[in-house]
């Protein structure tokens, strides 16, 4: 099951100086035919209008959903005006595999990084001790 994401078009546009009206929502959906998107209309916490629809049954164009109260009942003259695009995008996903063997590299990597760092934290007082005794023998040039 995937997890619920609230984005806020409105919110976005105020802060990057766009109105609302003009906003992108881009939405990615395995099973567009099992997905459902609801857009809200919120008075700060409150939801005062909102309509759910199933991805799938949405057609390409523009489109306008009527908007509901909290209660459910449709809001005479009370609309959302969307445009809807189809499109796809390659599966990028990795197999569960693929995931454990990159977490194994890193995680050898990881380990051997703080390897090499213990062993310079080790060797670094020395090997400063050293230089100086090394560069005070050094003849000035």
């Excluded at 959302?80 to 995931?99: C, F, Q, S, T």
């Excluded at 062993?119 to 005794?133: N, Q, W």
Aim: aromatic share 2%.
């Amino acid at each position: 099951m995937v997890p619920r994401q609230r984005t806020s078009v409105g919110a976005g546009a105020a802060a990057s100086g766009k109105s609302a009206r003009h906003s992108t929502l881009h939405c990615l959906a395995a099973e567009p035919r099992a997905t459902v998107l609801r857009a809200c209309v919120h008075d700060g916490e409150t939801v005062v209008a909102y309509e759910a629809v199933v991805l799938g049954a949405l057609r390409p164009g523009y489109r306008s959903l009527s908007l509901r109260s909290r209660l459910g009942t449709q809001i005479r003259l009370c609309s959302l005006l969307v445009h809807i695009e189809r499109g796809e995008e390659p599966n990028m996903w990795a197999e569960a595999r693929e995931l454990r063997e990159a977490l194994a590299q890193r995680d050898e990597a990881i380990e051997r990084l703080n390897a090499e760092l213990a062993a310079a934290r080790l060797a670094g007082p020395a090997a400063a001790a050293s230089g100086e005794e090394e560069a005070a023998a050094r003849p000035a040039r």
